[in-house]
């Protein structure tokens, strides 16, 4: 690109949006971004970019929306560093390698410049932009932006180096929570029945059966605290009783401190759906707008985070009759079907035993036949470095998913989890079948909704905010409904 041309700030910011990949920015971001360019810059897109800056940018902002000004001041002042850096932008000159190195090499070093600056363009705009839209903590947000830039190796090893030798959990002591904090144990049955959500009565999943039997009290790895593993009770009532229970034990014999969560839906009374989010799953179909459909929001009683990015999951997605990438024989694979049920199967073994409403792949089986799968975390089956996502045996926020042998579902969610004590939970609250869902505390969230109203954690400690899953998703989540009474 000639410096002698006239290059005005619209053609800037718009060249050097084009350069980077829709996929890599996601595709409700790029496009965003592409609007703001075509249509918000006005005159001030018209200057000429050499005598544009960013008090100029500064001025331009202030004409917004008040929402707008931020992301958009960083935007155009990052594209102006941008500029100044690859010689184009001589309001502000950069470093004089040419007049160094000659104009040979410097062609040559402007290119690399402007790799480098599109990825600090990636590593710092973007991330600043999934802090303040999708309330993402800031360590989450960069290491998702460089992952979704086909940097996951390297966000992978400094993951492993943060949560190994940074980052570390306490060893030993005591738990500073009740087993039972923030819990509704209190809670009665039959004379609770009037605060529980409205029911949905959607024909294709028939009406709420009888109650099914509570499981029995989780049996922790270590001697149990007071309440610990008690199944306590929630305000999702259907037929008269809680259609969602809650415990919390700790995951292993070493971290003591720390509670994980399990929750366990009815599906007698319980329907359940995927909801694709609004960048994720990636590919090329009708994906809504990231939020339930409307007429079963006033039914929708909870909200649990899906899988991982589809490049990361070693798998596949269907969604209705649109096969958007293919399944994958062997893998782990959460299937919602259309009359509302739910489970986890083995792609391949084990087959659909109704109409799809969607089936999500992500990994391998971490449980099967009631054993954890779970006997070496480097596995490549639990990810190469989980795919760029961390090490198998990194203690993060993990969830997963699972079915008990009587069909009921159980969720599991906890801060301080490896792959192997994540399954070996799982194990303990009765999965025949479980998957790994998605990890890290900006993606490891469930919460509950209905008589919760604006939503509640379903681990007090879970980092984002109930709205996760009313407010439209960037990425996939299960829905739970309350069927008809």
Not at 164 to 175: A, D, H, Q
Not at 214 to 223: A, E, H, I, K, M
Not at 361 to 377: C, F, K, P, R, Y
Request: hydrophobic share 40%; net charge positive; glycine share 10%.
């Amino acid at each position: 690109m000639s410096t002698n041309r006239v290059i005005t700030v619209r053609h800037w910011l718009g060249a050097w949006l084009s350069c980077i990949p829709e996929a890599e920015l996601g595709f409700g971001y790029k496009r965003r971004l592409s609007q703001f360019v075509a249509k918000q810059l006005g005159d001030f897109g018209n200057r000429e970019l050499a005598s544009a800056g960013a008090a100029d940018a500064y001025r331009f902002v202030q004409s917004l929306p008040k929402g707008d000004r931020e992301l958009a001041y960083r935007f155009i002042t990052s594209g102006f560093r941008a500029a100044k850096n690859v010689g184009l932008n001589t309001r502000y000159p950069g470093f004089p390698a040419k007049r160094v190195v000659g104009k040979v090499f410097w062609v040559a070093a402007r290119g690399v410049l402007a790799t480098a600056l599109i990825t600090g363009l990636i590593t710092s705009g973007f991330a600043l932009d999934r802090v303040v839209r999708f309330k993402e903590d800031s360590l989450t947000a960069y290491a998702t932006v460089l992952r979704q830039s086909g940097f996951g190796v390297v966000v992978a090893f400094a993951e492993d180096v943060y949560y190994n030798y940074i980052n570390t959990p306490r060893v030993g002591g005591e738990p500073t929570q009740a087993a039972d904090f923030g819990s509704d144990a209190n809670i009665g049955e039959q004379s609770q029945s009037s605060v529980g959500s409205k029911i949905a009565f959607v024909k294709e999943w028939g009406a709420a059966g009888a109650s099914s039997v509570v499981p029995d009290r989780l049996v922790p790895p270590v001697s149990a605290k007071v309440g610990e593993g008690v199944w306590l009770r929630t305000k999702i009532m259907v037929n008269g009783s809680s259609a969602i229970r809650i415990a919390r034990i700790r995951p292993d014999s070493e971290h003591t401190s720390y509670y994980a969560t399990i929750a366990w839906f009815d599906s007698k009374r319980l329907a359940f759906q995927q909801v694709p989010g609004t960048d994720v799953p990636e590919g090329n179909f009708v994906r809504g707008d990231g939020v339930v459909p409307l007429d079963l929001k006033p039914f929708y009683v909870a909200g649990l985070n899906d899988g991982f990015l589809m490049r990361d999951s070693q798998g596949g997605y269907v969604f209705g009759d649109k096969v958007v990438k293919k399944l994958v024989v062997g893998k782990a694979t959460l299937v919602t079907y259309t009359d509302g049920s739910i489970d986890v199967l083995k792609w391949g073994r084990d087959k659909p035993s109704k109409p799809i409403q969607a089936a999500r792949q992500n990994l391998t089986l971490m449980v099967d036949g009631a054993i954890s799968q779970v006997q070496d975390e480097s596995q490549s089956k639990w990810g190469w470095v989980w795919q760029g996502v961390g090490s198998g045996k990194n203690l993060v926020w993990r969830s997963a998913l699972g079915v008990r042998a009587d069909g009921t579902v159980v969720y599991c969610i906890g801060p301080v989890l490896s792959a192997k004590s994540l399954a070996d939970m799982m194990v303990r609250a009765g999965a025949v079948r479980a998957m790994p869902l998605d990890m890290n505390s900006a993606y490891a969230n469930g919460f509950l909704y209905g008589p919760y109203a604006p939503g509640k954690r379903i681990d007090p400690n879970i980092y984002r905010e109930p709205d996760r899953f009313l407010a439209p998703s960037e990425r996939d989540f299960v829905a739970v409904y309350a069927k008809s009474p």
